[in-house]
C-alpha cells in the first residue's frame, strides 16, 4: 500500500495548529475528517515459474521490476499477500552484505551459527570449516567480529558459508558485485561446480549480462513486477535489452554549408536503430553527406570517441571517389565488426575537410550508445577498465 500525502514547500507554525485542530474535531464532525490517500502497489503479480533441481536460473530485469522481492519471498524473508511457494530442500540466501551474520559475533562464530540455521550438525559444519575458511581468505581474521570487516570480506565469508554448507537451493542477489573481479570469477566457479557436479539448484539476480550469459541455462525477465519472459538464457538477455533501449542514435541537421553530414543513424544487425549493443553483434552507421558546391576534394574521418571524448579510433575515406559533379547528396553505410568495442558509453565525431585542413563540417559527441558485455571471457571483469576495444590477439602454446 503506497499512501500519498499533499506536499507543500515549507510548514509554519499555523499550518501546525490547523492541522492539530482538524484532527480533534475530526473526531466529533466527519465533516472534519479527509481520508488518506493510498493507492495499491503489488511488487509482484501473477509471477508463476517451475525450478527443477540443478537448474541454474538467472533473473534480470530494469530496477524496481521486483528481482529482489521475489528472492526475499522464496528465502522466506518476506511473506507473500497472496499465492503459494512450494520448496523441496535447504535454501541459503545471499541477498546483501551481512545477510544472516550477527555483527557482535566472529567469523568462526558466524560460520558455526549458519550452519546451525541451515540445520547442520557442529560435526557437518567441522566437515567444511577448513574449506570456507580458505575460499573466503579471512583466516587472519577469523576471531575478530564482523562489525569489524570490511564491505569485500564480508561478502567473502557470506558466500563462502552459503556454498560450502550444502545447500540444496542457493540463492544470490546482487551482493557479488561487491566483491573483487577475482573473488567473482572463483564464486562463478563455485556455482558452477555446485550445480553441474552435486545437482545443486541457483537462482542469480544480476545487471551483469555477462555473467548471467556465462553461469545460467534459463533466465527470467521481469518487468514491473510480472514476468515478461522466461526461456534460453541469451534469448532472455536479447529481449531485456531490446526492452532497455531507451533512445535511437540519430542525428540530422540541415545547413547551407559546402559540405556537410546531413544525417547519421546508428543501426544493430537487424537494421533496427538503436543505441543499446551487445558486444557481439555488430554496429552500422547509416551516414547521409550532402553539397552545394560543384567540386572539391573532401575527407570524411570518422572516429569513435570515449564520454571523455578521447579518440578510440578513426577511419578516413575520399569522398571524390564516390561523388560525381551532379551529386547533391550521397548515403553511406560503415560497418564495425562484433566483439571489437569493450563494455562501455560510447559516441562519434564526424569531419569533412581537405587535405590542405580547411573544414567544411565537424560534429561530435554525437550518437552515443552503449554496448554490453554479452557472455566473455572478460564478462567477470565488467566495471573495471581494461581497455575500449579488443585486439583479437593470437595464442598459441610453443
Known amino acids: 500500500m503506497i499512501n500519498h500525502e499533499s506536499k507543500q514547500k515549507y510548514t509554519a507554525l499555523r499550518d501546525i495548529i490547523a492541522d492539530k485542530a482538524k484532527k480533534i474535531f475530526s473526531f466529533h464532525n466527519w465533516k472534519f475528517s479527509e481520508p488518506k490517500k493510498s493507492e495499491v502497489f503489488w511488487a509482484l503479480k501473477d509471477v508463476n515459474f517451475d525450478v527443477h533441481q540443478g537448474d541454474r536460473i538467472g533473473i534480470i530485469g530494469r530496477n524496481g521490476a521486483g528481482k529482489s522481492t521475489l528472492l526475499k519471498i522464496l528465502s522466506r524473508i518476506t511473506e507473500s499477500t497472496e499465492g503459494t511457494i512450494k520448496l523441496k530442500g535447504r535454501i541459503a540466501s545471499l541477498l546483501e552484505v551481512g545477510t544472516g551474520f550477527h555483527p557482535e559475533l566472529t567469523g568462526r562464530e558466524n560460520i558455526y551459527l549458519n550452519g546451525a540455521i541451515l540445520g547442520m550438525t557442529r560435526t557437518e559444519i567441522n566437515k567444511h570449516f577448513d574449506a570456507i575458511v580458505d575460499f573466503a581468505e579471512v583466516e587472519k581474521f577469523l576471531d575478530t567480529p564482523v562489525k569489524r570487516y570490511s564491505s569485500g570480506m564480508y561478502v567473502r565469508l557470506a558466500f563462502a558459508v552459503a556454498a560450502h554448507l550444502e545447500p540444496e537451493i542457493l540463492i544470490i542477489d546482487e551482493v557479488l558485485a561487491v566483491g573483487d573481479a577475482a573473488f567473482q570469477k572463483k564464486c562463478i566457479g563455485k556455482m558452477e561446480d555446485v550445480s553441474k557436479n552435486d545437482g545443486r539448484t541457483i537462482l542469480f539476480v544480476s545487471h551483469n549480462m555477462g555473467i548471467v550469459s556465462t553461469l545460467c541455462n534459463s533466465a527470467i525477465l521481469l518487468n514491473k513486477g510480472k514476468i515478461d519472459f522466461i526461456g534460453n538464457t541469451n534469448e532472455t538477455i536479447e529481449k531485456y535489452l531490446r526492452a532497455a533501449e531507451v533512445q535511437k542514435s540519430y542525428y540530422a541537421e540541415t545547413s547551407v554549408k559546402d559540405f ?17 549493443f551487445k558486444s557481439s553483434e555488430c554496429i552500422k552507421l547509416k551516414i547521409k553527406i550532402r553539397k552545394n558546391i560543384t567540386d572539391s576534394i573532401v575527407r ?25 559533379k551532379n551529386d547533391s547528396s550521397k548515403e553511406f553505410l560503415i560497418t564495425y ?24 563540417d565537424l560534429v561530435e559527441m554525437i550518437c552515443p550508445i552503449i554496448v554490453v558485455d554479452h557472455g566473455s571471457k572478460m564478462a567477470i571483469y565488467e566495471g573495471i577498465n581494461y581497455g575500449y576495444f579488443n585486439a583479437n590477439q593470437k595464442f598459441i602454446e610453443l
Open 260 to 276: 556537410f553530414i546531413s544525417q547519421v543513424e546508428v543501426l544493430n544487425n537487424d537494421n533496427i536503430p538503436t543505441n543499446n
Open 337 to 360: 565488426p562484433p566483439n571489437l568495442l569493450t563494455p562501455n558509453h560510447f559516441s562519434f565525431r564526424f569531419a569533412l575537410f581537405t587535405q590542405n585542413g580547411h573544414v567544411f
Open 300 to 324: 570524411l574521418s570518422v572516429t569513435i570517441q570515449n564520454t571523455n571524448g578521447d579518440f578510440i579510433n578513426t577511419f578516413v575515406e575520399n569522398m571524390e571517389d564516390y561523388f560525381s
